[in-house]
């Protein structure tokens, strides 16, 4: 079993580390569930319609010298801009990031011959004091396509 330690973690723009974050998650994955039931059926069918990436929430230290992550992230919602570089590491080596493929799930998987321009959106961020307390800053992004294990 390949388990994982948060410790390890990280939030990337291509390389650059955005500074200073201690939490990631990658959330709401789902499928549409269209219902399919017809006259005479006595329970409710349904078929999968379109899957939908989920949300990406980080956050941890405010740091307002980190021109290459953390304002990155500032401007793409500030300026609507699409983010594709975006990586959630589990480790050293593995993380996820938008696909850019023709297949999804894993970079190596090609069992589906989709095109999936992906990226994520960051709908919002907020930067928050507290008298006792480091600044924090927290991101949310919108994925639009899937991210893939690389």
């Keep these: 079993m390949a388990i994982k330690i948060g410790k390890d973690c990280a939030v990337k723009i291509g390389a650059a580390t955005v500074v200073g974050m201690g ?28 899957k939908d990436g989920g949300q990406i929430t980080f956050n941890g230290l405010y740091d307002p010298a980190d021109t290459t992550g953390q304002d990155v992230l500032r401007a793409a919602n500030l300026d609507n801009t699409n983010i594709t570089t975006i990586r959630l590491y589990l480790d050293n080596t593995s993380y996820l990031e938008p696909c850019q493929t023709t297949s999804w799930w894993t970079a190596s998987d090609s069992t589906n011959n989709e095109t999936f321009p992906s990226h994520v959106n960051v709908t919002s961020y907020d930067i928050s004091a507290d008298k006792s307390g480091l600044m924090n800053t927290s991101f949310t992004c919108k994925v639009s396509g899937c991210m893939v294990l690389v």
Excluded: H, P
């Design 23 to 50: 939490t990631w998650s990658l959330s709401g994955i789902t499928s549409d569930q269209l219902e399919s039931t017809q006259f005479g059926d006595s329970w409710k069918q349904f078929k999968f319609g379109l």
